[in-house]
């Protein structure tokens, strides 16, 4: 039959030893190839079962089918090595890019480097360590190594780490040693060194291998570069916030109590020298601005011992139950002069819960909120006091008919030495001691301007326990 000629059972062995290079490699399809022009002259060539050949023709054919699938077999097993080789490519990018990634969102040196040597070892194999800079130039192992190091080691990481080239297995610098050390190289020069010991000592010989691990050891070093920029940056921050604060406390200082210093002195000076020659009802002045510039200077000092003492965490509070409108009527008396000319609109419903609080705390709330309002408004301005309650927390609103704040300020006004106008009286702490009480009392506290000019700062003081039965005549 035609189907059965010769011809198409050479086809048929060829496409047998293409089937086999590139299912098993050159090796088998080289026997196939050999066993292939064996069978076909012992099964089908004349005389048949038997390997002579009466026909000349056919040793022709014998010899181009032995070098077709010879080529065959070596051009597909090159291709099936080349396949595996790209997938070995795309496994280590991949391993690459996820390594990346999770540096990315890692801060922190320490948790870098375990990242790291995670990764490089799970890809090539082998145990990982890394090698920093410590005191004294010396090189010191980072935490999580996974193999120790001895003088020896010691002194080719240190080689690779000042002359910035590899050393090591594999290499022809120190060749005897028992790691592979690379150096550890960023844009503003060596951070350290990677050293690694594979578990067959021969598989980074191959050039794309190594490729491939000094492009982890770049990003190892790019992110132990970008960790350490991140350190440096946020210690910057802080020697710049700390110069910040130094220079708003002197200033605070230098201007807030030079002013009631000099008056103070000023009036005692006028008293001693011409007391005698003085009216009572200037002698009586001058006193009042004693007096006042006095209460003036106890606001300052007391406001900044209570800052230090919320920054420290000193501040502890005594909570008590309290009725809201006592402590109201404390705080305005404590104002009394500096409210003289103005109406202030007090509204604190009958039937308001005790409250549990720290009464002297919540008082220089008040005050602080009021002496700020007399600050920052026109004189004779109304103020008003609103306190209402949701049966959870009572809510203390301040509002004023003065200019309000700049837009998008709101927040800003309870930072320390924030002042609302430039040059304004007081060191900028009333409100941020506001804050820190009122969080400290498990509430909440907050700016807004009003619809009709002004700005109202409310304030939340939450309803937590249950009041006492009768509330001590002294409360």
Request: proline share 6%; with cysteine.
């Amino acid at each position: 039959m035609p189907f059965f000629e010769l011809a198409n059972l050479v086809m048929v062995y060829l496409l047998g030893i293409v089937v086999v290079a590139t299912r098993y490699g050159q090796g088998p399809s080289l026997v196939a190839s050999i066993l292939s022009v064996a069978a076909l002259d012992f099964f089908f060539v004349p005389p048949v079962f038997t390997f002579a050949v009466s026909d000349v023709r056919y040793l022709f054919t014998f010899v181009v089918m032995l070098v077709v699938g010879l080529v065959t077999s070596g051009l597909a097993a090159r291709i099936r090595t080349q396949a595996e080789a790209a997938r070995l490519r795309e496994q280590r990018t991949a391993a690459l890019y996820a390594m990346s990634r999770e540096l990315a969102s890692t801060r922190g040196v320490d948790q870098l480097l375990i990242i790291a040597m995670r990764h490089i070892s799970e890809v090539f194999r082998s145990q990982v360590v890394v090698l920093l800079p410590g005191a004294g130039g010396a090189l010191v192992c980072a935490d999580g190594g996974q193999f120790a190091l001895d003088s020896n080691e010691l002194g080719v990481g240190k080689w690779v780490h000042e002359h910035h080239q590899p050393a090591g297995l594999g290499t022809s610098t120190l060749p005897g040693a028992a790691a592979l050390y690379l150096p550890l190289q960023a844009p503003r020069g060596p951070v350290g060194v990677l050293g690694i010991r594979p578990a067959d000592p021969h598989s980074l010989d191959a050039p794309d291998q190594l490729h491939q691990l000094e492009t982890f050891a770049n990003q190892t070093a790019l992110a132990i570069e970008r960790a350490q920029l991140a350190d440096e940056a946020q210690q910057a921050q802080v020697r710049m916030e700390t110069e910040r604060l130094r220079n708003s406390l002197l200033s605070s200082v230098s201007h807030d109590l030079r002013t009631p210093l000099a008056t103070i002195t000023g009036a005692a000076t006028t008293m001693l020298e011409n007391g005698a020659k003085l009216n009572d009802r200037t002698r009586q002045g001058l006193l009042e601005s004693v007096r006042e510039e006095a209460d003036r200077l106890n606001r300052l000092v007391q406001n900044l011992l209570e800052m230090t003492r919320l920054e420290s965490g000193a501040l502890q509070l005594r909570k008590e139950w309290h009725p809201l409108e006592e402590v109201i009527g404390a705080a305005l008396g404590r104002l009394g002069k500096e409210l003289a000319d103005r109406r202030v609109d007090t509204r604190v419903p009958p039937d308001l819960p005790l409250v549990p609080i720290d009464d002297v705390l919540i008082e220089q709330v008040l005050v602080n909120l009021l002496d700020n309002a007399v600050k920052y408004t026109p004189g004779g301005s109304p103020i008003r006091i609103i306190a209402t309650s949701t049966g959870e927390a009572i809510t203390v609103e301040v509002a004023d008919h003065g200019p309000g704040l700049p837009r998008g300020e709101e927040d800003r006004v309870f930072e320390k030495f924030y002042r609302g106008m430039p040059g304004g009286r007081g060191a900028g702490l009333g409100l941020a001691i506001c804050q820190g009480i009122v969080k400290a009392h498990g509430g909440n506290i907050w700016a807004q301007n009003l619809p009709e000019g002004g700005v109202a700062f409310l304030f939340t003081l939450p309803l937590a326990g249950k009041p006492p039965a009768s509330v001590p005549a002294d409360a």
